[in-house]
């Protein structure tokens, strides 16, 4: 190219959900916030929690702060930690780089000094053992051991493309076990109305399946109507 790009580029002015609604998303199933959106939001299934959560607790939430690193560099990935206030997700892409780590215990260390709640990349991690010793609950594809590089360009607080999903920073993540689901910041609000009446009707469900229920009550309905037919 005629001109190189800068190392980094930075947003200034990016926007954060309030105390109140990121309280509103903790110890919520990823389930319930992808049935508030309609079954959207959730990220690909080969992005998971880490050992599957055997020797981490992989079950967090917070707003997300979001780099692109780009395939094997981790530039952009180290300054997030000069963005980070407390509490946030930091969600890394790096294309669904598989070359290479996205990230290890080192840098993953360094987020929770710096207050992060937990670490989603579409790439592998490395350093398991010192992870596990870190104890940030952390979302990736798999693991690897070899290193990348610290080069970049790459870019912190703009929006990223993840995991078929895209993910602008102030967006309420919300992640376990079974994956993760990004709440958009404009939707906030209205996911978290819907929620109250989620967990009613889950609530309601778990105590009737608990009692012995061995079918919905409009499964005898359909199977008897006319939108149902039976063959030899």
Avoid at 27 to 46: C, H, I, Q, R, Y
Avoid at 49 to 76: E, F, H, M, N, Q
Avoid at 157 to 175: L, S
């Amino acid at each position: 190219m005629i001109e190189n790009p800068p190392r980094l580029i930075i947003k200034k002015n990016i926007s954060r959900p309030t105390k109140a609604q990121v309280a509103a998303f903790q110890n919520v199933p990823t389930s319930f916030v992808a049935d508030a959106l309609d079954g959207k939001g959730a990220l690909s299934e080969n992005i998971q929690p880490l050992g599957a959560g055997r020797d981490i607790k992989c079950v967090a939430a917070g707003p997300a702060i979001t780099a692109y690193s780009g395939p094997a560099d981790v530039l952009a990935s180290f300054a997030v930690l000069d963005l980070i206030e407390g509490g946030e997700m930091v969600v890394v892409s790096s294309d669904a780089h598989q070359g290479c780590a996205a990230a290890g215990d080192r840098l993953i260390g360094m987020y929770k000094n710096c207050g992060s709640a937990g670490f989603i990349t579409d790439g592998p991690v490395r350093d398991y053992s010192g992870i596990v010793e870190v104890g940030l609950p952390v979302w990736c594809t798999g693991l690897t051991p070899a290193s990348p590089y610290m080069s970049g360009p790459g870019t912190v607080g703009f929006p990223i493309q993840i995991g078929g999903q895209q993910v602008e920073t102030g967006d309420m993540i919300v992640a376990d076990l079974d994956g993760v689901v990004v709440v958009p910041f404009a939707k906030i609000d209205d996911v978290i109305q819907k929620l109250e009446r989620i967990k009613s009707l889950e609530a309601e469900l778990d105590a009737q399946v608990a009692q012995g229920l061995k079918m919905p009550k409009w499964l005898p309905d359909l199977m008897k109507g006319s939108d149902v037919r039976y063959e030899d």
